[in-house]
């Protein structure tokens, strides 16, 4: 079993950074892919990037590749997205996303089996 908490969101404005952090429990974490998810007010949950089990694969959504970078660090349990260039429309809640495979984490929702609460980030024009 995984248990995933996000942290690190806020508030902020257009242009700045922000880094996620996930904090996974489980000792078989280091074996899953991840990925991070977002949803915003009235839409449907988003794939926004995800990673193999040592983050040597990665993918990313078209509208975030370039401004945010998935990584891991499996000796700490840790997952973590690092968002620069913020824009008003990334507003959501992220949520962390583990699949319960090695493989490569898809961009779909229905592929991951664990979840955490999601944390809001708010970018303010």
């Known amino acids: 079993q995984v248990h995933l908490e996000e942290s690190g969101g806020g508030l902020v404005q257009a242009g700045d950074s922000l880094r996620l952090s996930c904090a996974a429990s489980?000792?078989?974490?280091?074996?899953?892919?991840t990925g991070w998810f977002r949803q915003a007010p009235g839409k449907e949950r988003e794939f926004v990037a995800a990673?193999?089990?040592?983050?040597?694969?990665?993918s990313y959504a078209d509208s975030v590749k370039g401004r945010f970078t998935i990584s891991r660090d499996n000796t700490k349990n840790m997952v973590y997205l690092q968002m620069s260039s913020l824009k008003p429309e990334d507003t959501a809640v992220y949520y962390c996303?583990?699949?319960?495979?090695?493989?490569?984490?898809?961009?779909?929702?229905?592929?991951?089996?664990?979840w955490g609460q999601g944390t809001q980030v708010t970018v303010s024009s």
């Open positions: 990673s193999n089990w040592n983050g040597a694969q990665t």
């Open positions: 996303a583990a699949d319960g495979t090695s493989g490569m984490g898809g961009t779909a929702a229905h592929e991951y089996g664990y």
């Open positions: 489980g000792r078989t974490f280091p074996m899953y892919a």
